[in-house]
């Protein structure tokens, strides 16, 4: 069973900047589509970014582009959403999912396109 540990949620401000990590133990994270999705309180589950396997190519929701910027250290087996300038409307449970095949980061990623799922870190935005 994989297991995908995310940490770095917490209380952040308007405007203040957090880094959120994601890291397995028992596997490389290299050449894995490493996504990142939030899920706000009553809705949806959505990507926010996203870093290809099989390019490393991105993908940012239109809501984040610009603040977030999803990154790989691969001789430390993280992957990285730096989140800058955020906005309340970033609240939310955060969770790094994982998809082995090369998937090609997209707009159209949905949460069942991942097989693999963290517990989720909690980020709460509050001046």
């Known amino acids: 069973q994989v297991h995908l540990v995310e940490s770095g949620g917490g209380l952040v401000q308007p405007g203040g900047s957090l880094r959120l990590s994601c890291t397995a133990s028992e596997f490389s994270l290299e050449e894995n589509t490493i996504a990142w999705f939030r899920q706000a309180p009553g809705k949806q589950r959505e990507a926010v970014s996203c870093i290809s396997g099989y390019d490393d190519s991105t993908y940012y929701a239109d809501s984040v582009k610009g603040r977030f910027t999803i990154s790989r250290d691969n001789a430390k087996n993280f992957v990285y959403p730096q989140m800058n300038n955020v906005k309340p409307e970033d609240a939310g449970d955060y969770y790094c999912?994982?998809?082995?095949?090369?998937?090609?980061?997209?707009?159209?990623?949905?949460?069942?396109?991942?097989?693999?799922w963290g517990q989720g870190t909690q980020v709460t935005v509050s001046s």
């Open positions: 999912a994982q998809e082995t095949r090369f998937l090609i980061c997209a707009p159209n990623i949905i949460p069942a396109d991942f097989p693999s």
